[in-house]
């Protein structure tokens, strides 16, 4: 009896604290929420009214100085916006702290062959940028990411409320903030879908990959809890999306995974790629003697450098010694971090452990004229990340007449590569088998089809020129402007 007696109280008293509980969530929200929403949105009103701006535009990216495809969409956007609108002052939010204006403008200029003048373009730094990196969150990653972007987007705010803001780095959940709190027009630029069909469907079948590790894979209890996971930050992703009223996206890919899980309206535009004067870049009508394979992407785990190590070490089993030893894959990309420095060490130990030190060359943040010399001794490139949303460094190889072997899906298959007899231009592959097999087909093709082959996917790049996306952007973003 008295132990029932005990129990009795016991749940009376947990049930007293729920409900003091409740009571104070209630409040929290239906009155202290409110106040703090009114507060802060007074606050932001009165500072814009404050500036002497005619046109305040905000552009949320943080590794503004990446110096990689997704900075490439932003500072050609910047360059056009500012032409477009000579009335306008940019606000750059970023988190390149370490970086001086002068030296991001200069990088911009030597690695992404941007150039930009105005003293129209203000640098808004961010000191929380560490909060939205992955590695701070070894669990729920994606989640760690979520609340991370939503202080570093308050922390923007609260600087500079502009009159219209765009966010171009996939940081979706913090266009609410400006939009509600802020009070502005919204507009997104989307590389990348946080959850796509795809990422669903692999956790589903339990497959290890660098975003879904061997012991979550391996377990149905904790495959099943990730799907709920997923699932619940995609109907966020859903929510968040309704703040932007002008969605942009740059591949097929994207677009399609964004239109089944936003089912909102939205503008296909390619990302620019340097392709007229690369064009112009010479290549011999016969093979050369020496082939460089070129590698251009960021060390970025995503990127998948280890399968071209892969690829290169089962090429040395099916071609003979003699062509082998003229054979070098050059790895050319930026690092944005110490773990990106890390990686390209680890590659370089593997390697040396797959006894390939003298076939491969490690080109580290390298200016945009040394790549230009890289593009002109390459004979073929080769890209390996599954799921490239679009490809940037893949179409600027074609342009520049490289013979391109890239992984058979997302922006490659969907946007850039045909594989017909007749207008092929280029391969695709998704082993490591595959990929050696098609640079051995390569290597020992005709001159008469591989030329054939680099003509047709030079005239096709057109279609992702510079001038067009400038034209398709601004049309695209203009509904915020008005």
Known sequence: MASTMGFLFSLAATLKLLLVFGLFLFLVVVIVGPLVYLYYREKFKVERQK??????VGIFHPYANAGGGGEKVLWVAIRALLEKYPYATLYLYTGDVAFSPVEIKKKVKDTLNVEIKSDRLKFIYLTSRK?????KYPVFTLLGQLIGSIYLGFEAINQINPDIFIETTGFTFILPLFKILGGCKVGCYVHYPLITKEMLGRVQDRRNIY?????????????????????????LY????????????????????????????MSLVYPPCEVDHLKTIEHNSTKPSKIRILSLAQFRPEKDHPLQLQALYNLREIISDQVFDNVTLVLCGSCRNEDDYKRVKDLQDFAMHLSLGNNVEFKVNISYNDLLEEFGKAYIGIHTMLDEHFGISFVEQMAAGLIMVAHKSGGPLLDIIETTTGSRLGFLATTAGEFSNTLDYIIHARDEEVNDIRERARASCDRFSVNKFEKDFLRAIEPIFK
Do not use: G
Request: aromatic share 10%; charged share 15%.
């Open 51 to 56: 500036r002497n701006d005619r046109l305040s």
């Open 131 to 135: 909060w939205v990196e992955a590695d």
């Open 238 to 265: 859903k929510m968040s999306s309704k703040s932007s009223d002008a969605t942009l996206v740059n591949s097929t890919f994207t677009l399609e995974n964004l239109q089944a899980l936003w089912n909102s309206p």
């Open 211 to 235: 975003n879904n590790r061997n012991f979550i894979s391996q377990s149905i209890t904790l495959t099943h809890t990730k799907l709920c996971y997923y699932h619940a930050l995609s109907w």
